[in-house]
């Protein structure tokens, strides 16, 4: 019983100390594209989200977790709207 609250407070100051390594990453390299990462345009990602068949949805929310994919699925479908019209 003893070793749990030592697990946990470990536990916890390692979450702090992600957290705000995560933290400060993300404020120091806010709007900075990755390294050789191409910009792909509206069009492009319209055709990858018309391929996203119900099997990839599914191993994607295995992969990245349900809110990611939900996020991406509200941006292409809003993205989808503007380009559409």
Known sequence: MGNDGIYN???????????????????????????????VSSREKLLQYSQFTPQVEQMSRQQFGDYVVDNYKLKMETLARKYNG
């Open 9 to 39: 407070d470990a536990l916890e100051k390692i979450k702090n100390r992600i957290g705000n390594v995560s933290g400060k990453i993300s404020k120091d390299f806010k709007g900075v594209r990755p390294f050789n990462k191409e910009v």
